[in-house]
């Protein structure tokens, strides 16, 4: 992954021996703290601080000495900058005239991570242990735009320290500031030890994190990687909920719908006010809730770099973008670039549009779910940018190998080291976090195979915080746990207990545990077989019909044994990577050119098939086909036992040209577009639709246990005899339903005609209420389908028989009504 190198500031100007400190806690319900002043000049010359080669030395008051880091020329995010020292002389300057930034710091507390503001002022709390000094760097906005410390607080090795954590308290912290630390120890590549002083690093528990204000533009002189830093919080800063309560929609319910913040309304065919941002889509959320969905599951969110893989592309003459955003920088902060507001008011605002957003969709009843990516982070491997993670604890963030290598479970150049204990409470927190503060209602795990491998030196103490000097207790890094810790307790953690928690079961490290997810009966998954046998079914693949059949079921052979349940299974035909459904039927091949890698990106295996020509413009007869096996796909999503995932676009046919890795554009190849939905020239979002809240209506299709013969029979061609031989390409089966009475539902994936018998149901008769073989509207019968009754009188004198035709690749759904009922 080729990453611009992030550009810290370097320098270090140390206090003078004669400093105050005062230990302060603060809690938070009282808001004021029991302060004790700590005459510092008296109690350091009795203190010898280890210096980490086991040499006891003397250091200055506040952290290492000058002469470690003297005054010297610096560069910020390639903007010329001044030394620490020239910033703090600057700094007292401003303050002598009136301007302080703070009181005279205090001791603060190690509990809670990051930035904690209380009424008297701010704590500040960081792991890291291996560091031998620590600085807390204030900025303007204004100054960090230009790369200037505002303002630089050196943290004392003893009194700031407790454990591994650094902290400190300011009080009466001016409004409006931002932070990071700058993290100075051992820089030695091949232990793992990354401190690196010149550096200013993004506290992993920022709730916000500030850079360039607006989407896709670069920072000053061109920089792709201008200095970050993170929001200080206001204690009075308030959002207003209007009595928001979670859904809590019933699993078994669910209908899923992927998108991707920025490009469901960046197209100018949106009409939103704000195209490509939170407040945009709010605008939106009523489409949604029409189309049948009632839970959004955003693309990464958490804040990321789009501009890391800025390179010009001459194969679409514009720039190569990081649009997916699976590379997080922090997970706490939302993407401030996709809220209207951008950097206003240090961030803060851009986190209400958030919350505006998952607030509006409850009000709607639709769940707000979030893409999470917690095997890797931007950081990449040991070319890439010092962040955050890396500059504070490398070994402890990252599997880091014996000579300090990164292993690469992510495929992204790092794995995160999930299994720490350290790690384990961020990801904790960080959960917590977005449940109780920002209100959302669950989370897809990317790669969620890595949360299960072991971290790098497990052992009784790395795991347990003891060792019972157990033989051969160590595990290799990475190998994959039957009880990983970290799923343990997210599984059993009492705030996220009711939470969606959906896996991605495999990594790229070749881990797949589709159906073997470690799960205490509260994880779902997304269901790759699900994904992978109803292209081979769809598309006349022979010895598919049995697996098929299972798949329809909520796939029993991989949740039923292990105590879950259909709805464990979230079924998908395609996704974001991946083709796009109406690619699917369109390309045998992929066709990744645009992207700029000579078609050399992307999978090769896609279970594809395009009716008999490559392309878009095709004959009548292919186009026709497609849009029969468009409909069967869906058919066949969503009468599917489990929960239905449909990708942004998927429901009017989006077409990405056959290109299934779309990761690096910001252009019309990834943006939802409105005027083709609007358009709908063949009817399918019309079909989509109302297959969805066809779905939703009816109780058999969403049911929360496995289905048993007291519900279900299959079916062949003739009533009872469903055909499980190699050669099948057709499977049919009846549902009873507590209110549509009972569904006959069948599909003819054979490029052959057939004549169907249905189950005889005295004084009752099937009414045709789907076949993917009718143009549209007739291809999802409803009550204001012109010239209904003559569609009817067409087909009755064969269901007057229990006949029923099929054309080649097409589906039915059939539903049992009283015989004069039409």
Not at 120 to 130: I, K, L, P
Not at 609 to 627: F, K
């Amino acid at each position: 992954m080729a990453m611009a190198m992030a550009m810290g500031v370097g320098g270090h100007r140390s206090s003078s021996a004669g400093a105050v400190f005062t230990s302060q806690v603060c809690s938070r319900g009282a808001g004021v703290g029991t302060k004790v002043a700590v005459r510092v000049d008296h109690v350091v010359k009795a203190i010898k601080a280890d210096d980490g080669s086991g040499n006891g030395k003397e250091k200055n008051t506040l952290g290492w000495k000058s002469t470690h880091l003297s005054a010297r020329p610096l560069t910020i995010c390639r903007v010329a900058g001044v030394s620490s020292d020239s910033a703090n002389t600057e700094t007292e300057s401003k303050e002598e005239a009136g301007h302080r930034l703070c009181g005279p710091p205090l001791r603060g507390r190690p509990l809670p991570f990051g930035a904690t503001a209380c009424e008297e002022g701010v704590n500040f709390a960081v792991h890291s242990s291996g560091a031998t000094a620590v600085a807390l760097c204030l900025f303007t906005e204004s100054d960090l735009q230009q790369g200037v410390v505002t303002k630089e607080v050196p943290l004392h090795p003893v009194f700031n320290r407790t454990g591994d954590v650094w902290h400190i308290f300011l009080p009466d912290l001016q409004s409006n500031l931002l932070y990071g630390y700058r993290v100075d120890g051992r820089y030695i590549l091949e232990e793992g030890a990354c401190y690196d002083a010149r550096r200013i690093l993004v506290d992993p528990y920022a709730k916000a994190v500030i850079s360039r204000e607006r989407y896709g533009t670069l920072g000053e002189g061109g920089d792709c990687w201008p200095q970050m830093a993170g929001m200080i919080p206001d204690l009075h800063d308030e959002f207003d909920w209007d009595g928001d309560f979670p859904p809590r929609i019933p699993q078994k319910d669910l209908v899923i719908y992927e998108m991707h913040v920025r490009g469901f309304t960046k197209h100018a065919s949106s009409e939103v006010e704000h195209p490509g941002t939170y407040i945009g889509m709010i605008e939106k959320l009523a489409y949604l809730k029409a189309l049948g969905i009632n839970a959004i599951e955003l693309m990464p969110s958490h804040e990321f770099n789009e501009l890391e893989y800025h390179a010009y592309n001459p194969m679409m003459s514009d720039y190569k973008m990081n649009f997916w955003g699976y590379s997080t920088i922090n997970f706490f902060s939302p993407m401030i670039r996709y809220a209207s507001a951008g950097n206003k008011n240090c961030g803060k605002e851009a986190i209400k549009e958030f919350k505006s957003l998952v607030r509006e969709a409850h009000k709607l009843g639709m769940e707000v779910l979030m893409d999470v990516v917690f095997n890797h982070t931007a950081e990449g491997n040991e070319m890439g940018p010092t962040i955050s993670f890396r500059g504070f604890d490398n070994h402890v963030y990252y599997m880091i190998a014996p000579k300090g290598e990164f292993y690469n479970y992510s495929g992204c150049g790092n794995t995160f080291n999930c299994n720490h204990p350290v790690v384990r409470r961020f990801i904790i927190d960080c959960l917590r976090y977005w449940v109780t503060e920002m209100h959302v209602d669950g989370f897809r795990f990317d790669l969620a195979s890595i949360m299960t491998r072991a971290s790098s030196l497990w052992d009784k103490v790395n795991v347990f915080g003891r060792s019972d000097e157990l033989v051969n207790d160590t595990v290799t890094t990475g190998t994959p746990l039957n009880e990983p810790p970290l799923i343990d307790m997210i599984s059993n953690d009492p705030v996220l207990r009711g939470v969606k928690l959906i896996a991605e079961a495999w990594d790229c490290g070749g881990l797949y545990q589709v159906g073997s997810f470690p799960h205490w009966g509260v994880w779902s998954e997304w269901n790759g077989q699900f994904r992978d046998m109803v292209r081979l079914f769809i598309k006349g693949t022979e010895g598919t019909a049995g697996i098929f059949a299972q798949c329809l079921c909520g796939s029993p052979h991989l949740y039923q044994e292990g105590g879950r349940k259909p709805w464990h299974s979230i079924n998908f035909i395609t996704a974001h990577d991946g083709f796009t459904l109406a690619d699917l039927v369109s390309y045998n091949q992929k066709h990744n050119v645009a992207n700029g890698e000579d078609n050399n990106d992307g999978d090769n295996h896609n279970n594809s098939w395009n009716c008999g020509e490559e392309g878009e413009v095709v004959s009548i007869p292919v186009q026709r086909l497609r849009q029969r096996q468009l409909r069967n796909f869906f058919v066949a999503l969503m009468v599917s036992q489990g929960v239905p995932m449909i990708t942004m676009g998927d429901e009017y046919g989006h077409t990405k040209g056959g290109n299934n890795n779309t990761y690096c554009h910001d252009n019309f190849i990834n943006y939802f577009r409105w005027d083709m939905k609007r358009a709908d020239p063949n009817g399918f979002h019309r079909f989509a639709s109302l297959m969805m809240n066809f779905r939703s209506g009816t109780e058999c299709l969403r049911l929360g246990d496995f289905l048993t013969g007291d519900r279900l029979e299959w079916h062949g061609i003739f009533p009872n005899t469903p055909d499980w031989t190699e050669s099948s390409k057709f499977v049919a089966f009846t549902l009873v339903d507590q209110q549509k009475r009972e569904l006959y539902i069948a599909f003819n994936a054979s490029h052959l005609p057939v004549m169907v018998t249905l189950p005889d149901r005295v004084g009752a008769k099937w009414y045709p209420l789907v076949d993917t073989s009718k143009p549209t509207p007739y291809d999802f019968l409803v009550d204001d389908v012109p010239n209904i009754d003559v569609v009817l009188a067409q087909t009755s004198n064969f269901l007057n028989s229990n006949l029923y035709p099929m054309i080649s690749y097409s589906s039915i759904v059939l539903v049992l009504k009283d015989e004069d009922a039409f």
